[in-house]
């Protein structure tokens, strides 16, 4: 089982990236997904959830209304639309299932993750 995440780089402020992640082995169509983000010697945070029907959303506060999650459940991956980025959202990006099939914020309630992929915002 894998976790596929991709599409992080270097982007200037006010920019935007989209990062996927795919899914390989098993699907994860009945489960919550996450994506979270760990910065230099900062804790791993919650980032954004999306349910395992994509009906319910939500977003930590200091990325609503700039982030947005979606899946496609036939293709097995979910995506992270990201825009107007800011310095501070410079971090490792890793997707995530959760046990439940409402996304949790806790990283302890999610079982497969994938490998980081990151993301630079300059200033």
């Known amino acids: 089982v894998q976790l596929q995440a991709s599409g992080g780089g270097l982007v200037q402020a006010g920019g935007s990236l989209r990062l996927s992640c795919a899914a390989s082995?098993?699907?994860?169509?009945?489960?919550?997904m996450g994506w979270f983000r760990q910065a230099p010697g900062k804790e791993r945070e919650f980032v954004a959830g999306?349910?395992?029907?994509?009906?319910?959303?939500h977003y930590a506060d200091s990325v609503e209304g700039r982030f947005t999650i979606s899946r496609d459940n036939a293709k097995n991956t979910v995506t992270l639309q990201m825009n107007s980025l800011k310095p501070e959202d410079t971090a490792d990006y890793y997707c995530?299932?959760?046990?439940?099939?409402?996304?949790?914020?806790?990283?302890?309630?999610?079982?497969?993750w994938g490998q980081g992929t990151l993301v630079t915002v300059s200033s």
């Open positions: 999306i349910s395992w029907n994509g009906g319910r959303k």
């Open positions: 995530a299932a959760c046990r439940f099939a409402v996304a949790s914020s806790g990283p302890d309630d999610y079982s497969y």
């Open positions: 082995g098993r699907t994860f169509s009945n489960n919550g």
